[in-house]
């Protein structure tokens, strides 16, 4: 058997290679689950569909409020279908408002203006009004919301 | 100019020294042999489990709120709710139990070698003040959790202070934050808890390490004497045993023995049985069996005969031999006392 | 241990440890104990209402029930509901408020949403009136008073409303949480199927499904939906599970016409022929109700139940007949008198009548202890078949052949007369051999039909044969009866019955029962007390 000089010392090295890397993977791990546990959990959203019309009571090229709690929704019924955007302004957070007869939406604070799709067409609104996922089942027009729980945590 | 006399222009210290401070006390300190043996580690345990404690406690804060109304449920959250809470808690709870018992056997260890003798007697009242201490963070510590247990432990426990003579009362009403325990009790207990305490405690424990070294790790008899190993690797390895041992320890104990929740507290119905924590059984069982100011009076000697003993042991005879029989007579008999009302205690 | 490499190796031992700890914290989630309940939004109108109904302090628990209720989740307030047009029947404007508001939400509003349910149950026996049309008794013997919170209540499940819709929702489900839960809790149907005439609701807890679901039944959640095909997570079924709920062969249906093959409670059983169009005839129906017996039982096992019971139903039919016969007959020689005002009756000699022995006794005989006798079959409920069904018709019959034969019947007294033992079965019998559940030695050796008419299962064997041919029995039903009839010593136990290891078994009863008497003898029947009686010459 050859005797080479350099295998004690290797093995040594690969000993205390060994030893200072599970002590760090312990050491790894312990610091892994203290961040898990002030990291707010990601948990995945949950949705579940909420009424917000029925099909007849919006006319074409018309828009109903509505308020989801203390936000304002405004469902419009266009010629395509049905959209619901939340009515919050996506500048800095007024309440935005319908103008039928210019079939817009107009926000005081800033004068930012979206057309009835949504879309910024003035103003300084960085992109266009939130809009929830529509759903129509027979004559009754559903979004989709987020499910939250109720107690004191988020 | 390179950055190390940049930096040195704006920090103006004597880097060499400093290094050389650091090396002394970290790496070439030299430990006496006896420490090789585990029983004598009894004193770097609690400070690993006290770091543990802090930082466990440090992240239950980010969850804990310290109201009646939201303090058992935000226990309740961190236990079921947030991820790894329960495992924070349980660390938490069982490093404070761990704590005791390693203070306990290292008061006992450093008690029946008799490290406690000239020069080193105010490092045990350094010692017997953190004790205290620790007591204090245990008493405040579960008291927080606000379930009956706690509630009426902490009602009973302040009740205490009264039968401390002429300011009993004035420190009943401080520490409560009123006559009885409310929502102001809650949180000066957490102030305690959380800053005051600490504080103190490590004020406390720097002077207590500090006058450890400035004395050298005394030696036990028995020992070769004049044999010593560096810090560095030993005793450094030694720590980084125990804590990974402590934290698989405790973290076992959170699995088989989680820590409960108990029942919210109700300010208007007592439970049948309250008691408060095991360490706390002794002095608990002992003012049930003699009438209260005897046992104030009882209990108040003995603490002041276990802060002085150093100065009073020599006081006793002026033979070594003697002092030995007579320390060791007497700890013998204190230990027997104290686990014999544990015990009854734990049974009734 | 106390060497460099030594320490090396415990802080390597040690790592792996608390590495291996540390996957099984990371593994472990403490249980969750708080059942979440979800985040409602109200929307502008309900708050409306809620704030005037708070401040006024009206019905506000209803509130607090709606919170609860998967409609308060998904947007449905009260006004999605409570939604009026002018002129609707029920249309107020709220006080205080410029709100229209339909007090009583029928059906009609339900199907906005809800269309399919209304549909089936529209097309159930739970929306059919037919307590209006043959509404003799309550028209009759009961007045409006009585009849207001009586039967009024439990029938207001099938109303017609003004508008047009039939039934009452939340009957079963109630308002404002509208629960599931609630609309399967056996209690819920047992509001209106209770009670001397249709006790289901006892009979289910006398069951053996009952008994289980009562021990048991606590911790269930029985909120689940069986929309799916699920399979149905209950140990033993509740109402519902039977009657209306899916599993995975069919779908969960509100018509609870759906699955029943048997009119039980009609003065005469027969196979229902209810919208055989959608449903299909009763043996579509009794099919699948057999999928749900399916679930947990054997075919062996819940055909030869259904058999059984469908033969029940059939052998009542007999007995009706006889009460017909004797009513029709005294009605005929006007021994007993039909209720008529100015040319028009008031009662029917076939079905009700009240003031007349017959007549009272043909009417519980259907209505009351005929129906517990053959729902008691049906559900599983012995004692409600036995000692509160046959036994009380047959009292029923025998008491009224008696009164015909007081009151001057000639055949009627040549029965009432009769010393034979087969004047109590002067109507024609159905039998099959053996039970469900297993074979009894004993238990068929006693019968007096059995033992003294020898051309007893030929009769038997014949009536069996005609009702099949007439198609109150299904092919399946007769080939398994006829199964049973050609091995009938065997499904009667006969063959068994004397065996020595039975006979041994028997005779050590029949031993200690003569102890029994002999002892209930010697004890107090033999006892002479010598304090005597007061009454002169006793």
Redesign the interface.
Known sequence: MTNKPENPKRRAFL??F??IG??L??IG??FR??W???YP?KEKKKY?????A?IDSVPVGKAKE????KTPVFVVHLPDGYRVFSGICTHLGCIVRWEEEKQRFFCPCHKGIYDKTGKVIGGPPPRPLDQYKVEVD???V?IY?E???????A | MNFKDWFKERFPIDYDKFVEINERIFIKEPIPVHMKKWWYCMGATPLILFALQGLTGIFLAFYFVPSPEMAFESVRHITQDVRFGFWIRGLHRWGANLMILSLLLHITRVFFTRAYQRPREFNWIIGVVLFGLSLTFSFTGYSLTYNQLSYWAATVGTNLIKSVPLIGHELLYLLRGGEEVTANTLTRFYMLHVWFLPLFLVFFLILHIIVLRLHGVSEPEGFPKGKYFPFYPHHFYKIIIATLFLLALMSSLTIILPPGLGTPADPTVTPFHIKPEWYFYPTYRFLQLVPLKVGIYVTGAFLIAFTFWPFIEPLLSKKNEVRRKISWGVGALTLIITLGLTIWESLV | MDTVKGQQWLIGIFSTLLIVILIIVAGMEMEKSHATKPEIEIDKMTARCITCHEEKGIAVKQIDAWKESKHAVMGIGCYECHEAKKGDFDAFTCTGSDILIGRHPTPKDCAKCHEQQVKEFANSKHAHQFWLLKNGDRAVFEFPMATRHGCEECHQVGNIWPDGSVGECDVCHAKHSFSKAVARQPETCGECHVGPDHPQIEEYIESKHGNIFKAKGKHWDLNYSTKDHQKIPLEVPVCTTCHMDGNETQPMTHNVSARLATESQAPWSFRTVWDEEHLGNWKKKRERMEEICASCHAPDFYKMYFLTADLVNLQYNEIRRQFVYWTKKLTKNGTIHRLQRDGKFFSSPVLNGWDELPEHNMYYGWHHEGRRFRMGAEMMAADYTQWHGIWEVQEDLTELIKWAAEHGDAEAKKIAKSNDPTKFITFALYDVPGTAWGIAAKTNTTPFVYNNLPDYWDRVYKNVEAAFQHGLLSEDQWQLWLKRYKNKDYYLGLKFANTPQVDSTWNFYKKRNDIDLQKMKEQVIDLVLPGKSFFEGR
């Open positions: 000993k205390n060994a030893i599970t002590l993977v312990a791990m312990f689950n203290l898990e546990y002030i959990p579940h569909k909420y009424l917000v029925k509505i308020k989801l709690g027979k004559n009754l559903y919301v499910s939250k729980t109720r107690g004191p945590w």
